[in-house]
């Protein structure tokens, strides 16, 4: 892990786990992921919206994930040049079947089309109420509670979703 101190705390920061998905797994490393988010960006309620986001790819990894391997990625680091603020990304990976594949990529495809994220988010609500098997809601919820624009490709045969935001500190 790389950590350079600032004047608003350590940054930039990143990590990669690699992990057999656990449902026991997810409690512990949404804690590690909070208070790792906490410390780098020093904003409490940015940390919980990021935390979510990082809980929600890492249930996906442990109900769709078809081999026992996941790699989690998270990063902050500095905005681009020309920008104040930072970058955050965080991805998962794992292998899924096709039809979990087709399925992240009609949602994540779905979100990068609507104008409103969060009446999305409403809709797809209404539709989950009706499913007899799971949600469907942890990608969308992630750009709508958390405010995090998602990403898909395959890499090496496995599926990748990346969550990515930029944030800028309230200096005041």
């Known amino acids: 892990m790389l950590l350079i101190e600032s004047e608003r705390g350590v940054i930039p920061a990143s990590f990669s786990i690699r992990f057999s998905p656990s449902a026991k797994l997810i409690v512990v490393v949404r804690r590690f992921v909070q208070s790792f988010y906490a410390r780098v960006l020093e904003d409490t309620e940015m940390s919980s919206q990021l935390a979510l986001a990082t809980h929600e790819l890492l249930e996906n990894a442990v109900k769709y994930g078809t081999t026992n391997d ?15 603020g930072y970058d955050v990304d965080v991805s998962i990976r794992n292998s899924a079947s096709a039809e979990n594949l087709a399925e992240a990529k009609r949602v994540i495809d779905a979100l990068g089309a609507c104008d409103d994220t969060f009446a999305f988010y409403q809709e797809q609500i209404l539709i989950a109420s009706e499913r007899e098997r799971g949600s469907g809601l942890g990608l969308v919820r992630i750009a709508a509670e958390a405010g995090m624009r998602l990403a898909l490709d395959i890499v090496d045969d496995e599926l990748e979703i990346r969550a990515s935001a930029h944030y800028t500190p309230d200096l005041s």
């Open 70 to 84: 996941a790699v989690l990625g998270v990063s902050v680091a500095a905005a681009a040049e020309g920008r104040d």
